[in-house]
């Protein structure tokens, strides 16, 4: 294909509306979001993304409103056309409506701004008619069609030049099953996506295999072992946290985040509020999650109630990784994208991830020279004894 000239653009305004109060997702909760003090959150995402693209050679096609004019208007992007008039409120129906008006205008890509769901209906629309990026902006975000962040979308664009696409997986996960601690997915349909190693991210992948399991459960005991009387420690979502509550002999939350205390469950299923109730009375608190398989991410998918007040109360000092050693040989880098830039940068080049009992790997975590403190070197993925953590 010719370079990318003409790119049509919407956004899903509710999207991630569901994150930080705990709902594992929007579809068809926007009004119960609301009512629990949810906020917009897609338009700052957006703007975030489209603002190194002003003064570029590009036309954007776009829907009325804050479907995408508004936010092309604020990020100073001239030359853009309305070209469809979505409802009020705007629907699943108008995303597909709109990008089939992108369609029929001829454009290069289609760059959207949403989740999994918003994805879902692109594709439904599009099919492999053109490439497909998404800015992310929902909860979960397990399909590979997403940059990693949305500042990563500026050099996913090419300045000039063909843009090289490959498959990308629409994964639709079933958000009623989720919200009940059940992890369904199924494949929805594969588009075309950039290809853009680093910068566009992978499917979240789920191991099952025997070794990972016995894995599991050796991560578990040994974070449950090294537990300090009288400190709080959040435990985040995943089959490998639910093994350190597993061996303290609590049935936590799978798919949300919990609090234990003193080897007691003091909060399940908490929200941003509720996590920061519990650090408000507690002096130092841990945050124990575990590494997204071969997306890499850390924070950002699935953890939106660990917000940057969230993040900043506990200290990315404090903050303990997770991961089996097969998952991490099929994650070639680690992302984290709070939304701050400068807290994400606070975590630094490299993580450590407890692989085992008494055992970590120290990984890269993916920074743009942009953000990065220092230059960054190869990951260090060497199974080692980890003798430090045993006083997490």
């Known amino acids: 294909m010719q370079g990318i000239e003409r790119i049509g653009f919407l956004v899903n305004p509710i999207a991630g509306m569901g994150g930080r109060v705990g709902l594992k997702g929007t579809d068809g909760l926007v009004e119960r979001a609301r009512s629990l003090g949810a906020e917009p959150s897609a338009r700052g995402r957006a703007l975030e993304a489209l603002r190194p693209l002003a003064g570029r050679d590009l036309r954007f096609l776009t829907a009325a409103g804050e479907m995408g004019e508004t936010v092309l208007r604020d990020a100073a992007i001239t030359g853009s056309s ?13 995303t597909r409506e709109a990008c089939r008006a992108f369609l029929d205008r001829g454009i290069d890509l289609l760059l959207f701004c949403g989740g999994d769901g918003t994805a879902r209906d692109v594709a439904d629309a599009v099919g492999g008619a053109v490439p497909v990026l998404g800015i992310p902006a929902g909860v ?15 050099a996913v664009i090419p300045v000039s030049g063909p843009l090289r696409c490959i498959d990308g997986e629409v994964v639709d996960v079933d958000e009623e099953a989720y919200r009940s601690n059940e992890f369904r997915t199924v494949l929805h349909a594969v588009v075309r996506t950039p290809a853009a190693p680093g910068l566009v991210q992978a499917s979240k992948q789920v191991f099952e ?17 090294a537990m300090r009387p009288g400190l709080l420690y959040i435990l985040g979502p995943g089959t ?6 597993g061996h303290l002999g609590l049935e936590g939350t799978l798919l949300g985040f919990d609090a234990v205390q003193d080897g007691r469950l003091v909060g399940a299923d908490l929200d941003e509020r509720g996590i920061l109730d519990l650090l408000g009375s507690a002096g130092e608190a841990r945050l124990v999650l575990s590494v997204i398989g ?6 950002g998918r699935g953890t939106q109630v660990c917000s940057p007040a969230v993040l900043r109360r506990v200290g990315p000092e404090h903050v303990i990784l997770l991961g089996t050693p097969g998952k991490l040989a ?15 940068a606070a975590f630094g080049t490299h993580l450590q991830v407890i692989t085992g009992y008494g055992t970590a790997q120290r990984k890269r975590r993916a920074v743009r020279s942009d953000h990065a403190s220092d230059p960054p070197s190869p990951a260090k993925n060497v199974c080692r004894r980890n003798d430090r953590a045993k006083g997490a």
């Open 140 to 154: 979960k975000m397990f399909s590979s069609v997403f940059a990693v962040d949305p500042t990563a979308v500026g």
């Open 330 to 344: 099929r994650t070639p880098e680690l992302h984290i994208d709070t939304g701050d830039p400068d807290l994400d």
């Open 209 to 225: 295999e025997v070794e990972e399991e016995r894995a599991r459960t050796a991560i578990g005991a040994f974070i449950a072992d």
């Open 240 to 245: 490998t946290t639910a093994a350190v509550a």
């Open 294 to 299: 071969a997306q890499g991410f850390v924070l």
């Open 82 to 94: 309305v070209v469809y008039h979505p409802s009020d409120p705007s629907t699943a129906r108008d």
